[in-house]
């Protein structure tokens, strides 16, 4: 036979008055006092401005009782709002924690204890299955009480007509006993209460300190170790649909450049993904937000902003179930920004890192120089004497070459290194959801051509005297020359007179050799003369590191939703038989039918 189940269970509330309950009831007549309260205790104002605080005071008063916002009362939309100013803005801790283990018991079956076994354990448990006196023998026999269940709010109470005319001319017992009997519970009630006080201050304490802790903390939430049973509000309790196992989304592909990271998403089930990015100084401003449609199997692709120093996005889901959720990435798992490394011989630079689940795959730009100083042993000084030192000379870069060796959850793989260019790299790993650490090791050599100075080359001469003989030949040039002479001459008489004679002289050219010894001294000293040397080739070693991280995902594996359980049919109500009323009036203590 169906069993009918007569709807007490809805936790609707009786209205007296109107569409008022008794709860509201007594709210407006509160707020009718404090109405009143004001209007006649303002200390301000004329009469006027009294009666239109206490009309404030009522409206306000009824807003708050009778008011509704898409079905919810003011006063749960208040504390709902709150809550999320003063609540949790994150959550800190795995996803794990986010997820119902199991589905919550019925609102019926809490609170009600399994009554416990006893020798012959499956064959009470099969009696008490029963129904009528088989199971109340079954009950009896096992020394069962029936459990108490919570009555919960809006419930009737049960019907118990042996108590409305039970015998009232029991024995009473003697005054004496009763006031002995009044004195002791009065004397314990007492003890309960001055043993009442260190609780009520130290919940009190608690209170307050957890208050402080819930203003003062950052807003970031810590799933609880214990899960509710159920969803509750002020007005409504339901339970959630049952929960579905299994991953909606996946990561298929994520590449991180300079400025932007793409993400490759991958739906297993039909959904409604709405991606978010976040950025900005403080990393929750909002840069980037988009709503799409995924059927199963179907895949989307998102060209997201890099913004500010953390950057971090969120794809939210809802399937075709009524069940949701969210995956993100941040952190650690977005290598941002993207490492670089400085040497002397050249700047690395990771350009572009992707992961997909064959392996990870990336780009490193180079950017090497073309002239440097290289320390040089020199020597600048040879014969005579010896002289090296290290010089800094610069030196001209013919070549770069290496090799990059890239590790990452235990697996390596190399490629050549391309100098003042991009150098692409894969590596094939397997697909699990984990953060993977990524090294790059790049072993770079250089080709030097250094221009050499001059050599001096010392050469020492000592002290000699050198006696040299030569032919000296002298050539003794022409010259000639007038000479004038005056005479004068006396004659007997005594007479004077002075005659002028003139004579030209000449000495003709000739040609004069003479043998001549020559004494030379030469003195103690050195002579340098610089040698020209050939350009010296040399080669430069150099040790680059780069670290990174990035986040993996599990293969894609496409939704299983089980088979649901088939409704029940509906009641039909049947009429009890004899027995079956018989019975019931037992139970009921009414006698028989």
């Known amino acids: ?6 709807p007490t269970h809805l936790q609707a509330e009786d209205r007296v008055l109107l569409w008022f309950t008794f709860p509201q009831i007594v709210a407006l007549t509160a707020v009718a006092a404090l109405a009143y309260g004001a209007y006649h205790a303002a200390p301000v104002g004329g009469e006027f401005v009294r009666i239109g605080l206490g009309l404030v005071v009522a409206a306000v008063g009824i807003a708050l009782v009778a008011g509704k916002v898409n079905g919810r009362r003011l006063p749960a939309v208040a504390a709902d709002l709150l809550r999320f100013v003063f609540g949790a803005r994150r959550f800190q801790g795995p996803p794990a924690q986010l997820i119902r283990p199991e589905a919550p018991k019925p609102p019926g079956e809490r609170g009600r204890a399994e009554p416990p076994l006893v020798d012959g354990a499956g064959l009470t448990r099969q009696a008490a299955s029963g129904s009528g006196r088989v199971k109340r023998g079954a009950n009896k026999l096992a020394n069962l009480k029936p459990s108490k269940r919570t009555r919960t709010r809006g419930e009737r109470m049960p019907l118990r007509p042996r108590e409305w005319f039970r015998k009232r001319d029991r024995k009473r017992p003697p005054k004496r006993e009763y006031d002995e009997a009044r004195q002791a519970v009065a004397q314990e009630q007492q003890a309960r209460r001055a043993a009442r006080w260190p609780a009520l201050l130290g919940a009190a304490a608690a209170v307050a300190v957890a208050a402080s802790v819930g203003v003062c903390t950052p807003p970031l939430a810590v799933a609880d170790d214990g899960e509710r049973e159920s969803w509750t509000s002020d007005e409504i309790e339901f339970d959630p649909p049952p929960l579905i196992e299994g991953r909606r989304l996946f990561v298929e592909r994520l590449t991180v450049t300079r400025g932007a990271a793409t993400v490759v998403l991958r739906a297993a089930a039909n959904l409604e993904v709405e991606a978010s990015a976040f950025g900005g100084a403080d990393g929750r401003a909002p840069t980037y937000k988009r709503v799409d449609t995924l059927g199963r199997g179907g895949r989307t692709s998102y060209l997201l902003p890099l913004d500010g120093p953390a950057p971090s996005f969120t794809f939210s889901w809802r399937d075709e179930f009524g069940q949701a959720g969210a995956i993100s990435l941040s952190g650690s798992q977005l290598p941002y920004p993207l490492p670089a490394a400085q040497g002397e011989l ?17 780009t490193v730009d180079s950017d090497c120089v073309g002239r440097l100083d290289e320390p040089v042993e020199l020597q600048t000084v040879s014969g005579h004497a010896h002289l090296s030192q290290t010089a800094l000379l610069p030196a ?26 991009e150098t692409r790299f894969e590596l094939a790993l397997r697909s699990v959801r984990e953060i993977v650490p990524l090294e790059i090791a790049a072993a770079l050599t250089a080709d030097l051509r250094i221009a050499l100075p001059p050599l001096v080359r010392l050469t020492h001469h000592p002290y000699r005297v050198e006696r040299r003989t030569e032919t000296v030949t002298l050539t003794r040039p022409g010259t000639g020359q007038t000479v004038s002479e005056t005479v004068t001459l006396t004659d007997a008489e005594g007479n004077s007179s002075s005659h002028t004679i003139s004579a030209y ?28 040397r050939p350009d010296l080739a040399k080669t430069r070693n150099e040790q680059l590191t780069i670290s990174s991280a990035i986040a993996a995902d599990d293969s894609f594996r496409t939704l299983v939703v089980p088979a649901r359980e088939p409704d029940r049919s509906p009641s039909v109500q049947t009429r009890l038989t004899d027995a079956e009323l018989n019975e019931l009036f037992a139970v009921l203590g009414w006698g028989a039918y």
């Open 396 to 421: 001209e870069v013919t070549a770069v070459s290496g090799t990059l060796t890239i590790a990452a959850s235990g697996r390596e793989t190399g490629a050549r290194f391309v100098a003042d260019g």
């Open 346 to 362: 050249c700047d690395l630079r990771l350009i572009s890192l992707s992961w997909t689940p064959s392996g990870l795959s990336g």
């Open 1 to 6: 036979m169906d069993a009918h189940e007569v």
């Open 505 to 532: 002289l000449s000495i003709p050219p000739a040609t004069v050799q003479r043998q001549v010894t020559l004494e030379i001294e030469h003195r103690e000293h050195v002579r340098s003369v610089l040698v020209q």
